[in-house]
C-alpha cells in the first residue's frame, strides 16, 4: 500500500523559511521521481517541483530561486526547502511518486501558511 507523510508545515512569515519533508512507503523509492503539488484554497492542485530518481530537478517558474527539491533514497524520503516565502506560497503541500500519480492517491498533506 503506498503512503505518504508529509511534514514541517507551519506559520511564516513573508521573507521566511521552511522545510517539508516526505517519508514515502509502498513504492520503489529508489528507481522513482518524487513530486510536490500545492493547493491553494479555491485553487487546483499544482504541481510545484519534481526530482528524478538520479536527482535532476525541475521547478515551476514561480518558485525557482527560492525552493530546492531533494531527496534521501536511504530513507525513502523527499524534501523541499521553501526560502523567501511569499503570502502566495500559502497552500496545503503534498508529495507523491510520479507512477503513483494516476492512482490519484495522496496523504494527508501539509499546512503552509505565509502571512505577517
Known amino acids: 500500500q503506498v503512503q505518504m507523510v508529509e511534514s514541517g508545515g507551519g506559520l511564516v512569515q513573508p521573507g521566511g523559511s521552511l522545510r517539508l519533508s516526505c517519508v514515502a512507503s509502498?513504492?520503489?523509492?529508489?528507481?522513482?521521481?518524487m513530486v510536490w503539488y500545492r493547493q491553494a484554497p479555491g485553487k487546483q492542485r499544482e504541481l510545484v517541483a519534481r526530482i528524478t530518481n538520479g536527482g535532476r530537478t525541475t521547478y515551476i517558474d514561480s518558485v525557482k530561486g527560492r525552493f530546492t527539491i531533494s531527496r534521501d533514497n536511504a530513507k525513502n524520503t523527499v524534501y523541499l526547502q521553501m526560502n523567501s516565502l511569499k503570502p502566495e506560497d500559502t497552500a496545503v503541500y503534498y508529495c507523491n511518486s510520479e507512477l503513483n500519480l494516476p492512482n490519484d492517491s495522496w496523504g494527508q498533506g501539509t499546512q503552509v501558511t505565509v502571512s505577517s
Open positions: 509502498g513504492v520503489i523509492f529508489s528507481i522513482d521521481a
